[in-house]
């Protein structure tokens, strides 16, 4: 399986498909990684939170494929966004994944409370200087954050990921991250815990495609531009899961799909405004 690429504005290139690893831990993990990576994904999404960087470290040793083939993502914790501290945490990111660098590291949120982020992502443009990681980007920013930080160090991330499903599609922060040239990156994105899976619209188009109803919601990322990061164990869930290239969904699909969206669809009410991940 070829997953198509999208670039990024730092020169670089990602899958417009990803692997999501939350929850994915240990020997069960590194092996769930492994079937990933024989099913065709290259992207690994993980975070210093998750507590799995060295499974994911791990999976890529193992794997069948050069190193340099395979894009790894981590995270930043906000506990950890004071500039020295901030080092010193994508230094043990490394220990951890015993990696020689990391393709891709983030801002987990902007925790606007603390006031901490320029700080962060002066640590994370450091750290990049030095060659522990590829290329910078960030999570669940807004717009107001956004151009904060491009303003305060002249580095644009490369990628945002934000909650991005059917109920909660934020199209004004796709195309106000697309018009900046930073490419939209989606986490739950076919929900979680909610019941989009039996919505009568999504099995309607599932229905006549011939596809399953998360492989229409996974198309719609991919036709939206937006990189999705689904997650599942099983090979046949894995596979399923990037079969997405061989059918199109049409206008009136991607319209139907749009007005799914709910006032506030958030899955846990996590708003970066206000939400702080320590």
């Keep these: 399986m070829t997953i198509p690429a999208l670039s990024l504005n730092d020169g ?18 590194v092996e769930a990684m492994l079937r990933a990576i024989d099913s065709g994904y290259r992207l690994l999404d993980s975070a210093f ?8 470290g791990e999976a890529v ?10 894009l790894v993502t981590s995270k930043l914790p906000g506990r950890h966004y004071a500039y020295d501290d901030a080092l010193a945490t994508i ?17 987990h949120w ?9 700080e962060a992502w002066s640590a994370l443009v450091e750290a990049r200087k ?30 945002n990921q934000i909650e991005l499903h059917p109920y909660f599609p934020q199209p004004e922060q796709i195309a106000w991250n697309k018009a900046h040239g930073i490419v939209t990156q989606a986490w739950s994105p076919i929900g979680r815990g909610n019941d989009l899976q039996h919505h009568p619209v999504l099995q309607a188009i599932a229905q006549r495609t011939g596809k399953s109803v998360v492989q229409v ?9 937006t990189v999705a990061l689904p997650k599942a164990s099983s090979t046949e869930r894995q596979q399923e899961n990037l079969a997405l290239f061989d059918f199109e969904l ?29």
């Design 12 to 29: 670089t290139q990602i899958p417009a498909v990803g692997f999501g690893t939350c929850k994915l831990n240990g020997l069960p993990g």
């Design 217 to 225: 919601i996974l198309r719609w990322h991919v036709q939206l531009g």
């Design 250 to 278: 049409t206008r009136q699909d991607m319209a139907a799909i749009a007005g799914l969206a709910k006032p506030d669809g958030r899955i846990l009410g996590q708003d970066p405004a206000s939400y702080e991940e320590l």
């Design 49 to 56: 939170a998750y507590e799995n960087e060295g499974a994911v």
């Design 91 to 107: 230094e043990e990111s490394l220990y951890r994944t015993r990696l020689d660098y990391i393709d891709l590291y983030l801002l």
């Design 61 to 70: 040793r193992r794997a069948s494929m050069p190193r340099e083939e395979l």
């Design 130 to 159: 030095r060659g522990w990681i590829k290329s910078i980007g960030v999570c669940n920013f807004l717009p107001v954050h956004l151009e904060k930080l491009i303003a305060d160090s002249g580095v644009k991330p490369v990628v």
């Design 110 to 118: 902007p925790n606007p409370a603390q006031g901490l982020y320029l």
